[in-house]
């Protein structure tokens, strides 16, 4: 069974930064993307920056220069580094991961870790 257990976020006064990780387990053939959403109270889920396997990243237009995806492979593990936080990044943040396994190739989603801004 394939798990993301995401972790790293918190409280942070705007201008500040947090890293947060997104590790995978399970019986995993190939990471085909792995990714970052964010969903703020009443608003819809929104991607962040994905990275392929190939290592492309891609990036919303609201976090480009401010925001770094990386990853890696030797651990499983996506980051997400975040500097020059602003309010407005206040949101759930979510680890998407597109992933070939037994049952084919399916996206998975981890439980969220949430990241809060303050002004």
């Known amino acids: 069974q394939v798990q993301l257990v995401e972790s790293g976020g918190g409280l942070v006064q705007a201008g500040g930064s947090l890293r947060l990780s997104c590790t995978t387990s399970?019986?995993?053939?190939?990471?085909?993307?792995m990714g970052w959403y964010r969903q703020a109270p009443g608003k819809q889920r929104e991607l962040v920056a994905t990275?392929?396997?190939?290592?492309?990243?891609n990036y919303a237009d609201s976090v480009k220069g401010r925001f770094t995806i990386s990853k890696d492979n030797a651990k499983n593990t996506v980051y997400l580094q975040m500097n020059s936080l602003k309010s407005e990044d206040t949101a759930v943040y979510y680890c998407?991961?597109?992933?070939?396994?037994?049952?084919?190739?399916?996206?998975?989603w981890g439980q969220g870790t949430q990241v809060t801004v303050s002004s």
């Open positions: 399970g019986s995993i053939f190939a990471y085909n993307a």
């Open positions: 990275v392929t396997s190939g290592g492309s990243t």
């Open positions: 998407n991961a597109d992933l070939s396994t037994v049952v084919g190739v399916t996206i998975y």
